[in-house]
C-alpha cells in the first residue's frame, strides 16, 4: 500500500467579492496515494480549479481560506508563508494550467524558459547540463528537441502544451495538477498527450491530479476519480467503481449527460436547472434543487462524506443502488 | 419530402497570404477546397473536422457570410433553385430570411447593449416584418418555443444576467423566429457545460422536428455529432474525405482519417481500452498544397498510387457512403 | 456501460428574478419599459461612479459653477443694481480708484475699467459651459461617426481619414486657432464648431476607431448580417451604441481643450465675444496690470476657475474611464 502523498482535510476557501462571499471550496477531503493519478471532474464553477490553486497557495488577493489542512508529505501548506510556500512549488509540486499558451513568456526561447524554472530551484547549474535536461525533457514528452531554442510563437498549439509538460517536469516534482491540459486541442493531439502524460506518469511514478470538465479524458488517465459539485466533493471512488456504479444522482447524471460513439445509441439524460449562485449556494445538499430523488431531509441538512466500501466515498442522503 | 434544399459543387473558398504592402499575394491558404454534397430537406448533415479543417468556413460560405473563391452554392429558394454565391443586394437580403446561422460563443454572439427582446427580434426588424405589437407577439412566443419562460421575465433582460445556456437559447429563438429552412449551427454547444449541452441538443432536435428546419451541424466533436445528424461528412484540411449515414461512418468508417479520429476520441468508460490512432505526423495549414492527396504525409497506408496520383475524387462506395481514398 | 432507467426530463429552466418587477414591465407599453431600463442603467452608472472620489471632487466643482452661472441672472435681477454690477457696462461709482481691489460691496473689486469682477466671473459661466458642452458635442459626433465607418468600411475609406486625421494632429491646435481667428471674426458658436470640427475628425476619431475595430468583430455583428442587416443598420445600431461610453469619455476631455483654448484667444484678443474669463486676464494685461501682485484680484478669480473647471471636467473624465474600461474589457 503505497504512502499517501497527499491528504486535504476539510478544506474550505472563500472568494471575497464586491457582492459577498462566495463558497467556492466547501469541506472538502481527499487523500491521495504516491504514484496514483486522481482525476477531478465538475462542470465550470465547482470549484476544482480553486482546489487547484489552493494546493498550489497561488490564491488571488480575495481569497480566503476559511479552515481546513492540506497536507503535502506530511507537511500542512495551509498556515504556509509566501517563502516557505516557494520551496514546495514547483520542485515539488507544479502545476499545468488551462490554456497553457498562457504560461509562456512569449519573449523569451522555451529552452530559457525551462532553464530559468530550474535555476530557481536548484541553484546554480552548469548551463550545458542545464540544456541536456531539456533535451531530454523534450525527448520525454514528445518534441523533437531540435525545437529547444525557438520562441513560443513559433509552436503550433499542441507543442506549446508539451513545452509546458516538460517545464513542469524540469524540477522533477512529486506531485503535477494538470489544470485542463488538453481542452483546447484537437483530438488526435489530446490523445497523443494523454497517452504521453500516462506513460511519464508510469516511467516516473509522478503523482497526477487531471482536472477536466470532460469525464472521457478523466476516464482514460485517472485511477480514481472525484466528482465536485457546487464547491463540494460528491464523490470519490476507483474509476471503475465510478462509471459503472455511482452512487451519488449527479454523478449518474453525469454520466448518462455524455455521448459515447461506440456503443448502442442511448437517450441522453438532460439534468434539470442550473449549476448554483455560490454567492447562496442552496441549503443542505447543494444539488438538491436539481436532484430528482431529492427529500426533505436532502434540503435540510448536508450529507456526510462516507465511505460506502472498498474506498468508495460519497455524500448523498439517498444513494443509488449500484 | 426527400427533397434536395442545398447542393454545394465545386465549392472553393481561398484566403490570400499578402506580404508587403503592393506585392501580389502568391501564397493562398486552401481554405475549402472543391467540396460538393447535397442536404435534403428535413436532415441534418453534420460537419466534423480538427481545426484548419475547413468546417467552419464552409457554414460561413452557405450563409453567406463570405463569398466563395469559386463553385457553386445552390439552394431552394420559394420552390425555385437559386445559386446563392453570386446574391447581391435585394436579393442577397430576401435569401437571407431562408438561411440562418447559430454560433459557437453564447457569450460574444449576443450584444451586450441589447435586450433579449431586441436581439430576438432583430431579424423581423432588419426583415421588415410585422409591427411592433406583431413582433412582440412573435418574440414571445419563440422564447416560450426555446424553453424560456415565462417569456415576459425574459423579454427585457440583458446577456450578463443570462447564464450560458439561456443566451444560446436566445440565439436559438433569434435564428429561428423569421422561420429559414435551413440553419447552419457552428458549434452551438461546445461552450456550454455537460449538463446544459444535452438540454440544448435536444431543444434543436425538437425544433427541427417541430418547425421543420434542416441543419448543417459543425462540430469537432464526433460524439455529439452522432446524435445530431443523419448523415455526417468528414472534413480534413478542406477536402471532404469521407460522407455518408451517421452510424455507418462511426462504426464502419473506410477512410484513415475517420478511423484514426475515431480511434482518437477518449471513451467514457475506464474499462474500454481504445486502439491506438493510426496516424502519423500532425496537422499542418492547406498553403498552396501539391496537388497529392491531403493526408498523404499523414498515412500509415499510403502506397507509390496515392503518391503519384491527384487528391482522390470522392466516390460512392455502396449505399451511399462516401469516400476519397484509393485504398478501399 | 449499464442503462440505468431515467425519465428524460424536458429541458426546463429555472429561473430566477424579481416576480414584481417583472409583472409590471409585461403590462407596461414598449417604449416605457426602454425609459426605465435605461433609467436603471443610469442609476447603476452612478452608484459605480460615486465610488470614485476623484470624480465626485470634479463633479462638485462642476455643480459649483453650474450654480454659479444659474445665481448670475438672479443676482443681477433682485440684488444688484444693474448700472454698477453689469458685467460689461456697469461702473462702480462707489469706488474712487480703479481697479479697486475686493471690499464689501465688490467681494473681488474691479477692473480697470470699473467693472465688477464678480459679476464678470460669474457671467462668463454660462458661456464657458456652453462653449465647452456645444465643442464637445460636435467632437464626438464627428469622431464618433469617422471612427465608426473608418473601422467598418476598412480600405480606401479608412484610409482617407486616417490620413486626414494625422494632418490635423500633426498641426498645432493653437496655432491654427490663432491663424483662423486671423483670417474671420471668431465669435464662441464659430470657436466650438471649430474645435469641435478639429478634435472630431483628429485624435478622438483615431482612439474611436480602434475601439470599433474590436467590435467589429464581435460575433453579434456577424449575426446582425446574417440576419440581413444592411451597413448602415450595423453601424448605427451595434457599432455606435457599443462605442457611446467611450463618446461620453473623450466629451469630458474635449470640454477642457475648448475651455482652454477659447482662454488662451481672448487672452490674445482674437475672440468677437463680449465677456469670457480669458477676456478678464485680457483686459488687465492690456491695462497694464498682468503681473502686479499688488492687483491679484484680476487675474487669480478668472486664471483660478478657468483651471478649476478644466481641471473638474478631466476629473470627471479619467473616473468615468475606469467605469468605462473595465466594462469594455468585460464586453
Given at each position: ?322 | ?62 450563409v453567406r457570410l463570405l463569398e466563395p473563391t469559386s463553385g457553386r452554392i445552390l439552394m431552394k429558394v420559394d420552390g425555385e433553385e437559386v445559386d446563392i454565391s453570386t ?207 491531403r493526408f498523404l504525409d499523414r498515412c500509415l497506408q499510403a502506397t507509390k498510387i496515392c503518391q503519384d496520383s491527384p487528391h482522390p475524387p470522392l466516390e460512392d462506395k ?11 | ?331
Amino acid at each position: 500500500m503505497a504512502e499517501s502523498i497527499l491528504k486535504i482535510e476539510n478544506f474550505t476557501m472563500h472568494y471575497m467579492t464586491k457582492a459577498g462571499e462566495v463558497s467556492a471550496v466547501d469541506n472538502v477531503s481527499l487523500e491521495i496515494r504516491k504514484g496514483e493519478s486522481l482525476g477531478l471532474v465538475g462542470e465550470s464553477g465547482c470549484g476544482k480549479t480553486s482546489l487547484a490553486i489552493s494546493i498550489m497557495k497561488l490564491l488571488p488577493e480575495n481569497a480566503v481560506i476559511k479552515g481546513g489542512h492540506i497536507y503535502f508529505d506530511g507537511t500542512d501548506l495551509v498556515p504556509l508563508s509566501e517563502d516557505e510556500m516557494r520551496r514546495f512549488r514547483w520542485r515539488r509540486i507544479s502545476m499545468i494550467f488551462q490554456a497553457a499558451m498562457n504560461s509562456l513568456n512569449p519573449v523569451y526561447r522555451v529552452s530559457d524558459q525551462i532553464i530559468e524554472a530550474m535555476e530557481t530551484h536548484f541553484g546554480n547549474i552548469d548551463y550545458s547540463e542545464a540544456r541536456e535536461k531539456v533535451a531530454n525533457l523534450f525527448r520525454l514528452v514528445g518534441l523533437d528537441p531540435k525545437f529547444m531554442d525557438q520562441y513560443p510563437h513559433e509552436y503550433s498549439g499542441g507543442m506549446r502544451q508539451r513545452a509546458v509538460i516538460a517545464m513542469a517536469l524540469a524540477c522533477e516534482p512529486d506531485l503535477i495538477i494538470a489544470d485542463e491540459p488538453t481542452t483546447a486541442l484537437d483530438v488526435i493531439v489530446q490523445d497523443n498527450i494523454l497517452r504521453e502524460l500516462k506513460a511519464l506518469q508510469e516511467k516516473l511514478g509522478t503523482t497526477m491530479i487531471y482536472i477536466s470538465h470532460d469525464i472521457a479524458v478523466i476516464a482514460e488517465v485517472s485511477h480514481r476519480i472525484g466528482i465536485m459539485y457546487a464547491g463540494k466533493l460528491v464523490e470519490l471512488a476507483d474509476a471503475e467503481e465510478i462509471f459503472h456504479h455511482p452512487i451519488h444522482p449527479y454523478t449518474a447524471g453525469l454520466m448518462s449527460a455524455f455521448p459515447s460513439i461506440i456503443g448502442p445509441k442511448r437517450e441522453l439524460v438532460t439534468i434539470p436547472g442550473e449549476p448554483p449562485d455560490l454567492l447562496n449556494p442552496p441549503s443542505g445538499c447543494r444539488f438538491h434543487p436539481r436532484c430528482q430523488y431529492a427529500t426533505e431531509v436532502c434540503r435540510e441538512k448536508e450529507p456526510e462524506f462516507k465511505d460506502y466500501g472498498s474506498g468508495h466515498m460519497a455524500s448523498c442522503w439517498n444513494p443509488l443502488e449500484g | 419530402m426527400s427533397e434536395t434544399l442545398v447542393r454545394v459543387e465545386n465549392l472553393c473558398k481561398y484566403f490570400p497570404l499578402t506580404r508587403g504592402l503592393f506585392r501580389r499575394a502568391s501564397l493562398f491558404v486552401h481554405a475549402v477546397d472543391d467540396i460538393n454534397f447535397t442536404i435534403k430537406r428535413g436532415e441534418s448533415l453534420g460537419l466534423v473536422g480538427e481545426s484548419g479543417s475547413g468546417k467552419t468556413t464552409t457554414g460561413k460560405l452557405l450563409v453567406r457570410l463570405l463569398e466563395p473563391t469559386s463553385g457553386r452554392i445552390l439552394m431552394k429558394v420559394d420552390g425555385e433553385e437559386v445559386d446563392i454565391s453570386t446574391l447581391k443586394g435585394e436579393s442577397l437580403k430576401r435569401f437571407r430570411r431562408h438561411v440562418q446561422m447559430i454560433f459557437q460563443d453564447p457569450y460574444e454572439s449576443l450584444n451586450p447593449r441589447f435586450t433579449v427582446f431586441d436581439t430576438v427580434a432583430e431579424p423581423l426588424v432588419v426583415q421588415g416584418i410585422g409591427n411592433v405589437l406583431e413582433r412582440e407577439e412573435r418574440v414571445a412566443q419563440m422564447l416560450a418555443l426555446v424553453g424560456l419562460t415565462p417569456p415576459s421575465s425574459f423579454l427585457f433582460r440583458f446577456p450578463h444576467e443570462l447564464s450560458g445556456g439561456q443566451r444560446q437559447r436566445v440565439a436559438i429563438a433569434r435564428a429561428l423566429i423569421i422561420e429559414p429552412s435551413f440553419v447552419v449551427a457552428d458549434e452551438p454547444t461546445s461552450m456550454l457545460d455537460v449538463s446544459i449541452r444535452t438540454g440544448i441538443m435536444y431543444l434543436m432536435l425538437d425544433l427541427a422536428e417541430r418547425l421543420g428546419v434542416t441543419y448543417l451541424y459543425i462540430t469537432h466533436d464526433l460524439a455529439v455529432a452522432r446524435y445530431m445528424s443523419s448523415r455526417l461528412a468528414v472534413m480534413y484540411l478542406g477536402k471532404i474525405v469521407e460522407m455518408g449515414e451517421t452510424e455507418e461512418v462511426l462504426q464502419k468508417p473506410l477512410h484513415p482519417y475517420t478511423r484514426a479520429l475515431i480511434s482518437a476520441v477518449p471513451i467514457p468508460d475506464p474499462r474500454y481500452k481504445r486502439p491506438i490512432p493510426e496516424i502519423k505526423g500532425a496537422i499542418s495549414e492547406p498553403i498552396n498544397p501539391p496537388p497529392t492527396c491531403r493526408f498523404l504525409d499523414r498515412c500509415l497506408q499510403a502506397t507509390k498510387i496515392c503518391q503519384d496520383s491527384p487528391h482522390p475524387p470522392l466516390e460512392d462506395k455502396g449505399g451511399g457512403h462516401y469516400v476519397a481514398c484509393y485504398m478501399v | 456501460m449499464e442503462e440505468k432507467t431515467k425519465v428524460i426530463t424536458k429541458p426546463k429552466v429555472e429561473v430566477i428574478l424579481e416576480e414584481e418587477e417583472r409583472k409590471r414591465l409585461k403590462e407596461m407599453p414598449l417604449w416605457r419599459v426602454r425609459l426605465y431600463l435605461t433609467w436603471r442603467e443610469i442609476r447603476n452608472n452612478w452608484s459605480l461612479f460615486s465610488e470614485n472620489k476623484i470624480g465626485l471632487v470634479g463633479l462638485g466643482i462642476i455643480i459649483f459653477y453650474a450654480i454659479m452661472a444659474i445665481a448670475h441672472p438672479i443676482l443681477m435681477k433682485w440684488v444688484w443694481d444693474p448700472n454698477i454690477y453689469d458685467p460689461i457696462v456697469g461702473y462702480s461709482y462707489d469706488e474712487v480708484l480703479q481697479p479697486a481691489p475686493p471690499s464689501f460691496r465688490h467681494l473681488l473689486g474691479t477692473d480697470p475699467l470699473g467693472r465688477d469682477v464678480l459679476s464678470q466671473l460669474m457671467y462668463s459661466t454660462r458661456s464657458e459651459f456652453a462653449l465647452g458642452i456645444l465643442a464637445a458635442i460636435i467632437t464626438v459626433t464627428i469622431g464618433t461617426t469617422v471612427g465608426a465607418v473608418a473601422a467598418y468600411f476598412g480600405g480606401i475609406i479608412d484610409t482617407l481619414l486616417m490620413r486626414l486625421a494625422d494632418l490635423i494632429i500633426m498641426l498645432p491646435f493653437v496655432t491654427i486657432l490663432i491663424v483662423l481667428s486671423a483670417l474671420f471674426k471668431m465669435n464662441l458658436i464659430i470657436l466650438a464648431i471649430v474645435i469641435g470640427i478639429l478634435s472630431g475628425f483628429g485624435g478622438t476619431g483615431i482612439v474611436i476607431k480602434s475601439q470599433a475595430l474590436t467590435i467589429k468583430v464581435r460575433a453579434y455583428i456577424e449575426a446582425a448580417k446574417v440576419s440581413g442587416g444592411s451597413n448602415w443598420h450595423i453601424i448605427f445600431r451595434h457599432i455606435i451604441p457599443n462605442l457611446m461610453p467611450l463618446s461620453f469619455l473623450y466629451m469630458m476631455f474635449s470640454v477642457t481643450s475648448a475651455i482652454f483654448s477659447e482662454a488662451v484667444l481672448s487672452f490674445f484678443g482674437l475672440l468677437n465675444i463680449r465677456m469670457s474669463w480669458g477676456l478678464m486676464i485680457h483686459t488687465a494685461q492690456t491695462a497694464g496690470y498682468l503681473l502686479n501682485p499688488k492687483t491679484w484680484w484680476l487675474i487669480v478669480p478668472a486664471g483660478l476657475s478657468i483651471t478649476l473647471l478644466c481641471s473638474a471636467f478631466y476629473l470627471v473624465g479619467r473616473a468615468l474611464d475606469e467605469i468605462v474600461n473595465p466594462r469594455l474589457r468585460k464586453r
